[in-house]
């Protein structure tokens, strides 16, 4: 599992990601997800940033929070935003659509893997999705299918 750095690591930034301004929705802008925000620019980052929707500004990126996970995890370079709900005992992982099988690939299909089966004795659930359909990583291994629950 995502374990916290016993050291401090200098905080990240997004920089030129914006991965999660493109799959994530956000009510207040009728901004729907899986469609790039109008306020995103390539190179550039968010033209509203000092004035952002409170939900962006609230979003959890897990490749933001856990500097343990390395270069290739920052979500443009994996293909897939992860990111908590329920007091962290849930892992969503949102898979850009323009590669939905992004999250398959080797070393993050191990860990996903391994973070669902050793976090199964304290309840973390790991869910992967592309659009509404998902799966739940099991602790044996195997995977089930899930939609996403609609508001």
Not at 15 to 37: N, S, T, Y
Not at 118 to 126: F, H, I, K, R
Request: proline share 9%; net charge positive; charged share 25%.
């Amino acid at each position: 599992m995502i374990a916290p750095s016993d050291a401090p690591a200098p905080p990240r930034a997004c920089g030129d990601c914006g991965l999660c301004c493109k799959i994530m929705g956000v009510e207040a802008i009728a901004k729907p997800p899986r469609k790039w925000c109008g306020h995103f620019r390539k190179g550039r980052g968010c033209s509203i940033y000092a004035e952002r929707p409170h939900a962006c500004g609230a979003f959890n990126c897990t490749w933001l929070l856990a500097p343990t996970l390395g270069e290739d995890w920052r979500p443009d370079r994996a293909g897939f935003v992860m990111h908590s709900e329920n007091g962290g005992l849930r892992l969503i992982v949102e898979a850009d659509g323009a590669d939905p099988q992004a999250w398959r690939r080797e070393p993050y299909q191990a860990t996903l893997r391994d973070w669902a089966r050793a976090g199964a004795a304290q309840g973390l659930e790991v869910l992967v999705f592309v659009g509404d359909r998902g799966v739940r990583l099991l602790p044996d291994g195997g995977e089930r299918p899930i939609t996403r629950a609609t508001a």
